[in-house]
């Protein structure tokens, strides 16, 4: 476990907000919008993969306030039937079942491309949001410079995975490198992009 000494954690009592934040976050554009058919079904896996990651990684705050929320895991952490029942969020996922065969194809086609990089051990920067309220007040780059100075430290590369072309450029800023590009298959046909920032 990477432990990050100049973020909040956020603690189990938090997590609804931290949900609630992300939702609100990407309430304007959601990559989840072109897989589930609507608002609530998105909002159950926003849930989820806060639950997940609170369970296996580490879900970080700037402050108590809790203004935008990061989440990391290991290389090795992936959402399945017993994480998910380890997690808490087993029943939630049920919600979402009719939409499974989707974000199967998503997560197959990720993994397949995924297998082309090579990496070995990593740092997965799994889902990164700032409220509404506190967009464009430097908390993005907060959260990326602490990453990257846990990178570091750890000496592990970082990984994400992007679905908006204007967060490559926003990436490359802080030395990410696109390591490959690929279209969703069907019924998603969207691209994304694969990134990593090596250590220095």
């Not at 506190?134 to 679905?163: A, R, V």
């Amino acid at each position: 476990m990477i432990h990050f000494n100049n973020l909040y954690k956020i603690n189990k009592t938090q997590l609804p907000l931290a949900t609630s934040v992300l939702i609100d976050a990407f309430s304007e554009a959601s990559a989840w919008d072109n897989i589930f058919s609507d608002k609530e079904k998105n909002n159950i896996l926003t849930e989820i993969m806060v639950k997940f990651c609170y369970k296996y990684g580490s879900l970080l705050s700037i402050s108590k306030q809790i203004e935008g929320v990061m989440a990391v895991v290991p290389h090795n952490k992936n959402m399945n039937v017993w994480t998910l029942l380890r997690s808490g969020a087993f029943f939630l996922s049920l919600k979402i079942a009719n939409e499974s065969k989707k974000f199967k194809i998503l997560s197959d086609a990720i993994d397949d491309a995924k297998k082309d990089l090579q990496l070995k051990e990593y740092i997965h920067l799994l889902i990164m949001g700032v409220s509404r309220d506190h967009q464009g007040k430097g908390f993005g780059g907060k959260f990326i410079t602490s990453l990257i100075n846990q990178s570091e430290k750890s000496e592990l590369p970082i990984y994400l995975e992007t679905q908006k072309e204007e967060n490559v450029t926003l990436y490359g800023k802080f030395g990410f490198t696109v390591k490959k590009e690929i279209t969703l298959p069907n019924p998603l046909s969207l691209p994304m992009w694969l990134m990593v920032r090596d250590v220095k």
